[in-house]
């Protein structure tokens, strides 16, 4: 059989020869920010939220490669979209976890690089009498990320609450 022949029968099949999936490892980094992820190092500060009912929240978002980001035209909660696990301590305060599961956004300019911003987590509940409390305090925030085909990727960082509305 001629090399052109194998070549057809390939494309006639959908073979391209490319993987299916994502390449290499799978990574995740912890941000945040509105507009666009700015990735966060230990000792960097994070903006506090006051929540509606007194809650206290923080804005993050991620960087993630090596997974399969899932679809943003599929529902909220489709099991073929990533589940993404926060969980956070705040001055010795366990938020437990909050879990999305939803897809990830290609960054503009490296398209196997995927984004999510602006995802709203709850620090400790309603056992904060002052927004206060929680400024200058170190805040871990780990997040565990699994895509639909099990790729697994985590990260975690100690940041700084800050008050917004502070001078």
Do not use: K
């Not at 206290?56 to 979209?81: C, E, K, R």
């Amino acid at each position: 059989m001629s090399l052109a022949l194998v070549s057809v029968l390939l494309l006639a099949c959908g073979g391209s020869g490319a993987p299916d999936g994502p390449e290499g490892p799978a990574t995740v980094a912890i941000g945040t920010g509105t507009d666009e992820v700015v990735l966060l190092s230990d000792g960097d500060s994070i903006d506090l939220i006051r929540g509606p009912q007194g809650g206290v929240m923080v804005s993050l978002g991620l960087h993630a490669t090596g997974i399969d980001p899932g679809a943003v035209d599929l529902p909220v909660g489709s099991d073929d979209n990533p589940i993404l696990v926060w969980h956070v301590v705040a001055e010795g305060r366990d938020s437990g976890d909050t879990q999305y599961r939803l897809a990830l956004e290609p960054e503009q300019d490296e398209p196997t690089t995927f984004r999510r911003l602006h995802l709203l987590v709850q620090l400790v509940g309603f056992s904060i009498d002052d927004i206060d409390e929680l400024v200058g305090a170190p805040i871990d925030i780990q997040l565990d990320l699994t895509d639909r085909d099990g790729r697994m990727a985590s990260d975690m960082v100690e940041v700084l609450g800050r008050d917004p509305d502070a001078p």
